[in-house]
T-cell receptor
Framework: AQKITQTQPGMFVQEKEAVTLDCTYD???????LFWYKQPSSGEMIFLIY??????QNATEGRYSLNFQKARKSANLVISASQLGDSAMYFC??????????????FGTGTRLTIIP | GAGVSQSPSNKVTEKGKDVELRCDPI?????LYWYRQSLGQGLEFLIY????????KSGLPSDRFSAERTGGSVSTLTIQRTQQEDSAVYLC????????????FGDGTRLSIL
C-alpha cells in the first residue's frame, strides 16, 4: 500500500483564490511527522510546513496552512490567496516513528499546481 | 552560500563508468540525506547520515551504490559501473536531526547515463 497518496496529479486555480492540495497517509506508528514541499520548475525542493502527529493545532506558515485530520489520516495543504509564483509541484511527505535513525522521508507522487492569471 | 551545495549540477557519463556526487550540507546540520528523483520512481530515499555514521542505508538500490561522510560534513555518493536506470536527479538534504526538523534540499545533480 502507498504510504503517501496524492490523488490530484494536476490542478488549475485562478489567481487570488484559495487552493487545497490533498494528501492522505498510511502508518501504524503513533508518532510521525508530515511535511509539505514545493518544487518549482527550477528544481529546488522548498520546505513549506510541518505537522507532528501529536500537535493539536493545525500548522500555519504565512499563506500556508495544514488541514490535519488525524482520524482520516489526511494532511491537506491549503494555500490562501494564490499567486502566480505558487505554480509548482507540491509534495507531501511523511517521517514515521521517533527513534534514532527513523528520519527518512517517504514522498507522495506530487500535485502540479498551475495558477491562472 | 548558506544552503546545501551539490556538485556537479549536471553529469553525463557512459554506461559502465563510475561517478561521484558531492554534497556540502548547511553549516551546523548534523544529519544528511540522499534521495533520488526520477520520472518512473518519483522521490526515493537512499541513505541517511547522523554525523559520520549511516543508521539507515535501506534505500540504496544495489551494492553499486555507496556513500560516505567525513568530518561530519561533506558527503560523497558513489555509483559504480553505472547503468542507464541510474539516470535521475540525485538530491541531497541536511537538517539538525530530530523528529520535527525539516530537511533542506540542495539543487540536485542531474545524472545522465548514455
Amino acid at each position: 500500500a502507498q504510504k503517501i497518496t496524492q490523488t490530484q496529479p494536476g490542478m488549475f486555480v485562478q489567481e487570488k483564490e484559495a487552493v487545497t492540495l490533498d494528501c492522505t497517509y498510511d502508518t501504524s506508528d503513533q508518532s510521525y511527522g508530515l511535511f509539505w514541499y514545493k518544487q518549482p520548475s527550477s528544481g529546488e525542493m522548498i520546505f513549506l510546513i510541518y505537522q507532528g502527529s501529536y500537535d493539536e493545532q493545525n500548522a500555519t506558515e504565512g499563506r500556508y496552512s495544514l488541514n490535519f485530520q488525524k482520524a482520516r489520516k489526511s494532511a491537506n495543504l491549503v494555500i490562501s490567496a494564490s499567486q502566480l509564483g505558487d505554480s509548482a509541484m507540491y509534495f507531501c511527505a511523511m517521517r514515521e516513528g521517533q527513534n534514532f535513525g527513523n528520519e527518512k522521508l517517504t514522498f507522495g507522487t506530487g500535485t502540479r499546481l498551475t495558477i491562472i492569471p | 552560500g548558506a544552503g546545501v551545495s551539490q556538485s556537479p549540477s549536471n553529469k553525463v557519463t557512459e554506461k559502465g563508468k563510475d561517478v561521484e556526487l558531492r554534497c556540502d550540507p548547511i553549516s551546523g546540520h548534523t544529519a544528511l540525506y540522499w534521495y533520488r528523483q526520477s520520472l518512473g520512481q518519483g522521490l526515493e530515499f537512499l541513505i541517511y547520515f547522523q554525523g559520520n555514521s549511516a543508521p539507515d542505508k535501506s534505500g540504496l538500490p544495489s551494492d553499486r551504490f555507496s556513500a560516505e561522510r567525513t568530518g561530519g560534513s561533506v558527503s560523497t555518493l558513489t555509483i559504480q559501473r553505472t547503468q542507464q536506470e541510474d539516470s535521475a536527479v540525485y538530491l541531497c538534504a541536511s537538517s539538525f536531526g530530530g523528529v520535527s526538523q525539516p530537511q533542506h534540499f540542495g539543487d540536485g545533480t542531474r545524472l545522465s547515463i548514455l
